[in-house]
């Protein structure tokens, strides 16, 4: 990516409110940290029950939700269903299962791209820059 480009994401990534949501605190800190280290302000939760409780307290103040598919009780596709029904928010789905099923359920339920585990850099930036371009249209 060029400097300039990569200037321009970056000061964008600056306005971007993520809630986090996975119930592996390691993988929910590698994550977090990638985001960070992209400029993206971040708000990190263990379950989908705290981030439907976070989606109600601060609605505004979030702009996009990256969510584990598989945590109990409430898995990431029940949040996924939440997020856009009740929140009416863009939701990417990331998980260690690469089963195409999986991935495709997620994406027909309404998430916005479907990252497989472990997360990498240039992965996660370039997800991220098209689904705020996605939104913001």
Do not use: W
Not at 12 to 18: E, G
Request: with cysteine; glycine share 6%; hydrophobic share 45%.
């Amino acid at each position: 990516m060029q400097s300039s480009t990569m200037a321009s994401t970056s000061q964008i990534a600056k306005k971007i409110h993520v809630l986090l949501v996975d119930d592996d605190s390691t993988c929910r800190a590698i994550a977090g940290g990638l985001l960070r280290k992209l400029n993206y302000n971040v708000l990190e939760v263990a379950s989908g029950q705290d981030a439907i409780s976070t989606l109600r307290e601060r609605r505004e103040s979030i702009d996009i939700v990256i969510a584990d598919v598989h945590m109990a009780p409430m898995s990431g596709l029940e949040l996924l269903s939440h997020a856009n029904m009740e929140f009416n928010l863009p939701v990417i789905l990331m998980s260690a299962d690469d089963n195409e099923e999986t991935m495709l359920k997620g994406l027909e339920c309404g998430a916005l791209h479907f990252l497989v585990k472990p997360i990498n850099p240039p992965d996660l930036l370039g997800t991220m820059a098209v689904c705020i371009f996605m939104e913001k249209g």
